[in-house]
């Protein structure tokens, strides 16, 4: 088995997982959630989101967080900007990175960012291009990757279409979701031996949903591959609030204790690990569905 | 992707799921559930266990349940056996496969069985013996081969020992177990490498438990080395009564619907499994916990 020593995360559960959760989650507990995220040992986190409170009430408190909380001079705080505007707020905020979104299918693009693809690329060039001059770190998330909600399985032209964009704009990381949890390991497998022909992997993460039991499947596709990066949300938290039935970001814990126990490296400690999603699951008042937390919990009772 | 076309599951959850179940399902109950099994495409039902009542009280209706179902000829309807009492039971009740059982640990042997390694494999040479000499097929499960809860990592050469010993008895098929849902994708790589320059892999099943996520991806890998048969419990029903937190076989219904998308036949039908599934989801009156049930209560809300 090709594996790499190590494996790079990017948590994702301040931002893609609260964002999903009907609960209004107090600012104070967001900022103790996220700095003992940052003392996991984890290098990166998306702290949230400056999209207007219109389209994401739960993250309204973006510009409050990345104020309040501790940051680690080694770790990366990321936040989502949609457009010209969020990068105001995130420059502002002196976040270290930003992300930028888009979909690889027009009707999901259209329904989440109300404009086409081809609508789209200009708003993401000025965003990254003030970014970049900004010294900003830049993230593109490409999302339906391999199905899109409303237009099917994804044309993987479409997807090189609009990562080639965003990488000649001058983003850093590409971030490939697979938005719905649909994919397979065999589609993960075709995608990935295409998308070599044409794009570099060294700045490709993958980001899976677990919503049918195959994202760590998908991990080990990718790995083998050679993606060393990949974006995941403490305790399984999230999903995707424009696609039904996409529930459940790929957990932290669960991705980092399969990791560990095939010997790949990712720096996190797993017992901090678990401290931060055991405090999440407070706050929240209901068990985190991940694998690692379902067996906590069943220990305690 | 070295993947095979065609796939064979063998449906465990009348045996390894309901034995773990707190609460006494009625016979009728059982009986129905295995027809609306028999409807699905399955070619192998495991209907339960021909253990005393005192180890395995959930199971003690095994001769009722043989002799209530409607058996399709196409069929195979399987039953444990721990020893020559037990055969013979099977035998009245004319199953079509009896499955002894035994660890490749030594502790996890004697709490199990209350008997060394050593002192079993006697007792099962004649359980299968018997079997054979009446024409039974004969399956044996070997518990696990890769982690022990009392012994921890559990020696290769062990494994070895106890499949060849069972193979030589003259079984027709090995069911190895990951009965902690503890195996990683690296150790069952490894694992089936090892395993490869020793036994024959066309007569060997895996049984994955998925306490920690990763039984697809460890299937995935299983087939890359060639294995074909996998053992699976309907809607994730069951785990193991002698292993604290190996909670949950494989789901039948999501291990289906991953195959099926890689497009790898099984015969069974999607529909049907999932009509099987939310029978026996009723009669527990508690939501069962595979991906596929998950979605299906979900958009039932």
Chains 1, 2 share one sequence.
């Not at 389209?55 to 510009?63: E, G, M, N, T």
């Not at 789209?120 to 970049?132: C, E, H």
């Not at 589609?187 to 677990?210: C, G, I, P, T």
Request: some cysteine; charged content about 20%; glycine content about 8%.
């Amino acid at each position: 088995m090709n594996l790499p020593d190590h494996v790079t995360i990017k948590e994702v559960g301040p931002r893609d997982g609260l964002q999903n959760e009907a609960k209004e989650i107090p600012t104070e507990n967001k900022v103790t959630w996220i700095n003992l995220l940052s003392e996991t040992g984890l290098s990166s986190i998306e702290i949230s989101s400056f999209v207007h409170p219109k389209w994401i009430p739960q993250l309204k408190d973006a510009a409050q967080v990345a104020a309040s909380i501790e940051r680690k001079p080694a770790l990366t705080y990321a936040a989502l900007v949609p457009n010209q505007k969020g990068l105001e707020a995130a420059l502002t905020a002196d976040v270290d990175e930003v992300a930028v979104f888009m979909s690889a299918s027009e009707t999901h693009n259209l329904k989440n960012i109300n404009k086409t693809i081809d609508e789209t690329f200009p708003v993401l060039q000025n965003v990254v291009q003030t970014a970049k001059r900004e010294g900003k770190q830049v993230r593109g998330y490409v999302s339906t990757v391999f199905e899109c909600p409303y237009d099917g399985k994804t044309s993987q032209d479409q997807v090189l279409r609009v990562s080639d964009r965003l990488l000649r704009m001058g983003i850093d990381e590409l971030s490939m979701g697979d938005t719905l949890g649909t994919a397979d390991p065999k589609q993960v497998d075709e995608a990935l031996v295409y998308w070599k022909k044409h794009l570099s992997l060294e700045n490709m993460a993958m980001h899976f949903h677990n919503t049918r039991g195959m994202a760590l499947a998908n991990i080990v596709v990718s790995m083998q591959h050679g993606i060393t990066t990949f974006d995941a949300s403490l305790g399984g938290l999230g999903g995707c609030p424009y696609a039904d039935g996409a529930s459940g970001n790929l957990a932290t814990d669960d991705l980092v204790h399969m990791l560990h126990k095939m010997g790949i490296h990712t720096g996190i400690d797993e017992a901090a690990l678990q401290k931060a999603a055991d405090y999440m699951q407070r706050v929240l008042g209901k068990p985190l569905p991940s694998h690692g937390m379902q067996i906590l919990n069943k220990e305690r009772v």
